[in-house]
């Protein structure tokens, strides 16, 4: 029987089970459950409740699409907080307001357990070739524990201070990524309405050193009306809305952000599911007055 540890993941979606694939490779062994019932691979051992799976589990990583997810997952009779031994591990992937991960750290370490709120840069393309970057928040000691497994699903880690900060550094990372690709589209949106040469516009931002890698993907994506999601409208929105909410807590003032992320909140009225570079979509159909 393999000794390797045990990582419990709840929530197995897109990018949980490409992290999943990547440590199974390594020799860990993996088990999951899903608050929504839905998931599996035909090779991953599914448990009926986050308590169940927190029960066998050496480290779990929850990996939710939000704060409310999140809670239905931990606590209850049925949740991980339930099930997880003390001395074990909690990584918590999930984009969260700062306070519910500065939250879930106390009530953990109060339980015995090493907590690290763990949200990661990148989308599915990066978590497939193990290319994340973990941006990590917790203890120096929670994260030596596990850097092995960090090592597995990403190139980098960064720690980013005590519990709370890989959050806060998320955020400011999705902002930045959110509020440029709306500069992005609105750019495009003049090119369009000023008469240039649709496929022209497209490529000549292909080129240009001011539009990032990253930007540069969702351009050529936007340019074939390709908008499969690596990283859905409904999450990026709710990330600028948790990024706003903490910023005006701390009297931080955000107004390009801001206005990005009403742009971004119409792209998830209209487009959900999809890409968060629907944002080109919604911006071209303003202009060129098409549905």
Known sequence: MSTAPLIGFV?????????????????????AYTPSGKGGDGSTRFLPSARALAAEADIVLVSVPDDEALAGALHGPEGVLAGLKAGGVLINTSTIAPETAEALDAEGTARGLHVIDAPV????PEAEAGNLIVLAGGTAEAIVRVQKVFDTIGRLTIH????????????????????????????????LA??????????ALDEV?????????KLKAAKAGDFSPQFPARLMQKDMRLLLTSAARQTAPLPAMAAA???LSLTRRRHPDEDYS????VMESLVANTP
């Open 11 to 31: 929530g197995f979606g897109a990018m949980a089970s490409r992290m999943g694939a990547n440590l199974t490779k390594a020799g860990y062994r993996i088990a």
């Open 209 to 217: 050193p001011v539009i990032s890698p990253h930007h540069k993907r």
């Open 160 to 191: 980013a201070g005590p519990a709370g900060c890989g959050t806060k550094l998320k955020l400011v990372i999705n902002g930045i990524m959110g509020s440029t690709l709306a500069v992005v589209a609105e750019g495009v949106a003049y090119g």
């Open 261 to 263: 992320t009403q742009s």
């Open 121 to 124: 840069a990148g989308s599915t």
């Open 194 to 203: 000023a008469g240039l040469e649709r496929g022209m516009l497209f490529d």
């Open 278 to 281: 629907a944002l080109f979509a």
